[in-house]
């Protein structure tokens, strides 16, 4: 890894590295089993005398949600609080709740984002949005997902094609294929365009259910069978296509 080999260049040249420089070096750890090597490095840090700041236990929770480290993620986002006695910024917070969602738990998550709007020290975005949608709809919690719709809504905060995509998710979850469909449906009266993600989704929340069709199954067997992302894309154009036409036809009529 680039950033790791120049971290170890800078200690092997007796240049000695400062918050800063591991607080970057914790962002870099992203990839599966390098958050043990994060945690490594601040031992070292401490060793050295440097003490942790915001910006440290910020790369750290990235660190551990892009690990899937949920219970780490937020044992550093309570040390900024506890600790060091500072707000989290929202980055932190998207990147802890993210953790949560890998894990379902959903009740954490919306603790997490309730925390963060009952106070002025961050405004949401849609990425924070959709990333507690997608948490919460991982725990089936699916009128407490559109619960954070409305209220984003209501902060003139513009949803998108994720935004429905881990609503479909949430329906799926809650057992709600007819809510799926109707998110489906919706994508498109609100201008957007649905994505792999969105055909992905309702796979997985018609499946098994009196609505899963030839359509549906069709595209899970493609995923799963591994068939190129451009293959992908094209089946999903003709079926826009076929959906195009059934509209034009329907309104002719």
């Not at 599966?32 to 915001?54: C, D, N, W």
């Not at 949803?159 to 057992?175: E, M, Q």
Request: glycine share 6%; with cysteine; net charge negative.
């Amino acid at each position: 890894d680039a950033g790791q080999e120049l971290f170890d260049k800078m200690t092997t040249t007796g240049l000695s590295p400062d918050a800063e420089t591991y607080a970057a070096l914790f962002l870099n750890c992203k990839r599966g089993g390098e958050f043990e090597r994060a945690l490594e490095a601040l031992e070292e840090a401490t060793e050295s005398g440097i003490q942790p700041t915001k910006e440290m236990y910020e790369g750290l929770i990235e660190s551990a949600a892009r690990n899937a480290k949920k219970d780490e993620a937020v044992e550093y986002f309570v040390r900024i609080q506890d600790e060091l006695k500072e707000s989290p910024s929202l980055r932190a917070y998207t990147s802890c709740i993210e953790a949560c969602g890998y894990h379902k738990d959903w009740y954490t998550a919306a603790d997490l984002f309730r925390d963060l709007i009952s106070g002025d020290s961050a405004v949401p975005d849609t990425k924070l949005y959709n990333t507690v949608i997608y948490a919460v709809g991982m725990g089936g919690q699916l009128e407490l997902a559109e619960s954070f719709v409305a209220d984003m809504k209501a902060r003139k905060v513009e949803p998108d094609v994720d935004t429905f995509n881990n609503l479909i998710c949430a329906a799926g979850n809650a057992k709600n294929p007819s809510k799926a469909i109707e998110l489906f449906d919706e994508i498109i009266d609100y201008g957007m365009q649905r994505n792999e993600n969105t055909y992905s989704r309702m796979m997985d929340a018609l499946e098994g259910t009196q609505f899963s069709d030839d359509m549906f199954a069709a595209f899970k067997s493609l995923m799963t069978s591994g068939i190129s992302g451009e293959k992908f894309t094209e089946i999903v154009a003709k079926q826009k296509s076929v959906e195009e036409n059934s509209s034009s036809s329907i309104g002719s009529s």
